[in-house]
């Protein structure tokens, strides 16, 4: 459990009791590359912290995957509309690689809030960060260039096309695989 600590630690002291609370209901499984943590239909029933490997989020839309997000080692992830709202979720949730992740329940999450009123500054502080970057993702698609866009996501994640199929990193920033095969033939 030591990154996940470590990531909640940076952001707020945890005290004993909160250590040993998330000791004994934070949920580790290693799960193989392509395993579907969450499909369409179904509501998000845990809170994810991805240890090792590397995870996507997607939708279809006429009958295309558009990925929407991906997220690696050292995130947090979830389908926040599904998971919060308690509604059925329209997108997916797919592991790119074997996996390593630690979860929490909704019903457990909450539970920790209402015993540990610190925990609750590591959900607001972790709910801002995912928010902004989820805001600049929909700003950038709307606002920049392609170019742009691959270069931010490059910034942003240098490994992105070491662990992510080229047709999800083109979908993820609106292009077609040969628009961005020709970005990437560009010199620097």
């Not at 799960?31 to 179904?42: K, S, T």
């Not at 240890?51 to 997220?71: D, I, T």
């Not at 995912?130 to 993702?137: A, F």
Request: charge should be neutral.
């Amino acid at each position: 459990m030591g990154p996940f600590l470590q990531v909640c630690q940076a952001i707020q002291p945890l005290s004993e009791g909160l250590r040993e609370a998330l000791e004994q209901q934070v949920l580790r499984e290693q799960l193989p590359r392509h395993h579907v943590l969450l499909q369409a239909g179904q509501v998000a029933g845990r809170l994810y912290f991805v240890e090792a490997g590397v995870v996507r989020g997607y939708y279809l839309h006429e009958g295309r995957e558009v990925s929407s997000w991906f997220m690696q080692a050292g995130d947090f992830m979830v389908s926040i509309l599904s998971f919060f709202t308690r509604q059925p979720s329209h997108e997916y949730v797919e592991l790119l690689a074997d996996s390593v992740v630690w979860s929490l329940s909704y019903a457990q999450l909450q539970q920790l809030y209402r015993q540990f009123p610190e925990f609750n500054v590591v959900g607001r502080v972790l709910t801002e960060k995912y928010y902004v970057q989820s805001e600049q993702r929909a700003l950038q698609l709307r606002m920049l260039p392609a170019a742009e866009r691959y270069e931010l996501l490059l910034r942003d994640f240098p490994s992105v096309f070491q662990q992510v199929p080229l047709k999800h990193i083109a979908s993820h920033l609106g292009l077609t695989p040969e628009t961005l095969s020709r970005l990437r033939r560009k010199p620097a």
